[in-house]
């Protein structure tokens, strides 16, 4: 048991070390979260293995978990302060949710998959974390039933973003994600300040679209 704890700890070390840094994850709270939430308690039994490794881990036929540096990039962007208030659209495995969760002071995870959401209450309950609740259901449903948020980071991309989501933003508050068409996405941040939105594309990225926001097929004649 003692063994495999240690290779367990040295996985993620290799992971910090060797994938985090050299993609510019420097935040040390971003890398203390990824130190301390079990990232292998989050992924199926079958991939355990592959838990802090750069693979896009299955969670069921058609959902794939991100990988660490995406996740990772994505809290080091939006810079989740301790007393925050946190939305994270496609929560998918819970992981990224529970990294936040450990960053700011309530999470809200929402994703359209139930099961996704009953296995990722059930090991947050687990490990002791009780500032996340989770919500299934479609976002563009039941986003004004969430409240306010500080920093809003959707897991998937969007061919571009909606300003409805702007209204649930506090002052100061963030949303992050994936913006534009294939081979021409940005990881974008979006600032509400004074009541306006800043608009602040920080990398290129691509990622595929969230459920929901598919591009509409153009048919050729």
Sequence with gaps: MLDNELKIQQARTNMIQQMLRPW??????VLEVFDVVPRNHFVPKEYEGLAFSETRIPLNETHLMLPPT???RFLQEIRIEDHERVLIVGSGSGFLAA???RLGNEVVAVDIVERFNVNAEAITRELGYTNITYQTGDIREIYETLGSFDAIIFTGS????????FELLNE????LATVGKKNAMHVTLFTK???EIRTEPVYERDLERLIGFEDKAVFEF
């Design 158 to 165: 969007l061919p571009e973003m909606p300003e409805a989501y």
């Design 24 to 29: 510019n994850i420097l935040n040390q709270r």
């Design 70 to 72: 995406y996740e990772g």
């Design 172 to 175: 100061k508050g963030r949303i």
């Design 193 to 195: 300040v004074a009541g």
């Design 99 to 101: 990294c936040a969760s």
